[in-house]
C-alpha cells in the first residue's frame, strides 16, 4: 500500500502541475481546481501522512493507511484553499506574498468563486 501511495502521488503531483500550467491565464472551473488541488497539493500531503503512519508503526493495516491517506486528502486541500486566501487577503509577513499567484497566471478558489 505504501509504494502504491507513493506512486501514484508522483502521478498525481505531476498530472496537476500540468492541468495547472495548462490552465494558466484562464478561469478555471470548480472541478478544474479541485482536480489541481488534489493532484498537487492534497496528493503530497496524503502521501507524507501515509508515510508517516507506516514509519511510526510498519505494522500498521491498509484499511487504517487508507482512512489516514483520506484525511490527507483533506487536510490537504483545506491547506491549499487557505493559502489560496492568504494569497489575496494575506499578510506579507507570515511569508506569503501578496498576489503571487494571480501575477504567476493562476486564478485560485477566491477568483472562481468571485466571478
Not at 28 to 55: E, F, H, M, S
Not at 64 to 84: K, N, P, V
Request: aromatic residues 8%; proline residues 3%; glycine residues 12%.
Amino acid at each position: 500500500y505504501v509504494r502504491d501511495t507513493l506512486i501514484t502521488a508522483v502521478e498525481d503531483v505531476l498530472q496537476g502541475e500540468l492541468l495547472q500550467e495548462h490552465l494558466r491565464g484562464k478561469l478555471p472551473t470548480v472541478a478544474q481546481y479541485d482536480a489541481v488541488n488534489r493532484g498537487k497539493t492534497a496528493a503530497l500531503i496524503a502521501a507524507a501522512c501515509v508515510l508517516g503512519a507506516w514509519a511510526g508503526d510498519p505494522g500498521v493495516n491498509e484499511e487504517r493507511l487508507s482512512s489516514i491517506h483520506s484525511a490527507g486528502m483533506h487536510m490537504g486541500s483545506a491547506f491549499q484553499m487557505i493559502d489560496d486566501l492568504f494569497d489575496v487577503f494575506g499578510d506579507e509577513g507570515i511569508g506569503k506574498p501578496r498576489w503571487s499567484d494571480q501575477c504567476g497566471g493562476w486564478l485560485t478558489w477566491p477568483y472562481i468563486r468571485l466571478i
